[in-house]
DNA sequence: TTAATATAGGATTTATATATCTGTTAATAA
DNA sequence: TTATTAACAGATATATAAATCCTATATTAA
């Protein structure tokens, strides 16, 4: 087993980029998403509660309800999810399993896997959902044109601006 | 849940580097490098074993057995044991867990997390274990004078050359 | 040759993450 | 006001990794 994200961590990025190629405000159900995503629906939902706890995505109970990012674009950066579903850890931890890895008593990768996780973070926390949101696009298309046909995805964003 | 290597892949890292510390050809046995190590002596026990067909590790039965390095250290690297234990997952999974993500189809961090990760494996292949073995014999020093007396383990190396 | 030792290998247990199930509560469209 | 919908919450089930146990086999010191 090799693992960077846990598995929660990797659907709630994938809900919360989901999310993130429609308009602000429109709420999608947890069973939306999971037919949209392929993924299974009630795991999903305890990763959206989980991610409306941290108020990265606020619900709406009832009809018509669902789930929807808590803040605008421009204020929710990747490293936020990973931190709200997996903590900082990855950041924290010594790579090669050492109880006692610090400064004073380094383990031998100690300076070079520091670095590789800065920018790891660097890379999580410089761009917001709105940077990104083109690529979020296209990708949120391609997983669509690849499970659905091509018409059930044109009608869904017809209904839905997306630029 | 946030790993990048499994329980077995650290295990194995900490004990190749142990053994590193030490001569050619000086044999460990199991019991032996868990207590140093602080680790569990059957789970060590079939690590090492998976060390052995991967030719990492040389092992030896009977009295005076044990295990010591297969090759020369300067032809052994972080790299080898970690995709011996783990495999070469980590670098070809996508990082947000979408299935098909291919330069063509490729997720809002794709191309990011390429450059992150082509360092991380540079990283792990790049130095030997005789380059770091400095680093490593600080290291398992500082385990030593944590866990045991500083008697214990000067006895212990006057016993073996390490340098 | 024998007793002691240590790896080898299979089976089993434990822990944790992942996934599912069931009933409850809140919201809203009609 | 009511029926319907969908999140919420807790309990349960499954899968996988981690850890342990037990017996067999090989080696060697005495």
Redesign the interface.
């Known amino acids: 087993?090799?693992?960077?994200?846990?598995?929660k961590?990797?659907?709630a990025?994938?809900a919360v980029?989901y999310l993130s190629v429609f308009d602000e405000e429109t709420y999608f159900t947890a069973t939306d998403i999971s037919k949209r995503l392929?993924i299974p629906k009630e795991f999903l939902s305890k990763i959206l509660q989980s991610l409306a706890v941290h108020s990265i995505v606020v619900s709406k109970k009832g009809k018509s309800g669902g789930f929807t990012l808590g803040r605008p674009l421009s204020e929710i950066r990747?490293i936020d999810i990973v931190i709200a579903m997996?903590?900082l850890?990855?950041f924290h931890k010594c790579?090669?399993?050492?109880?006692?890895c610090t400064v004073e008593?380094?383990?031998?990768?100690?300076e070079?896997?520091g670095k590789?996780r800065d920018?790891?973070y660097r890379?999580l926390s410089e761009d917001t959902l709105l940077e990104?949101r083109e690529?979020?696009i296209?990708?949120i298309k391609?997983?669509h044109s690849?499970n659905e046909s091509a018409s059930v995805f044109a009608h869904t964003y017809s209904s839905r601006s997306y630029n």
Do not use: A, N, R, Y
């Not at 087993?1 to 598995?7: C, E, G, L, N």
């Not at 790579?95 to 006692?100: A, N, R, S, Y």
């Not at 008593?105 to 100690?110: E, G, L, M, S, Y």
């Open positions: 087993m090799t693992v960077i994200f846990s598995k961590c990797e659907l990025l994938q980029l392929k990747l997996d903590g850890d990855i790579v090669l399993g050492f109880k006692g008593k380094p383990c031998p990768v100690h070079k896997w590789l920018l790891t890379m990104i690529k979020s296209d990708k391609s997983i690849i």
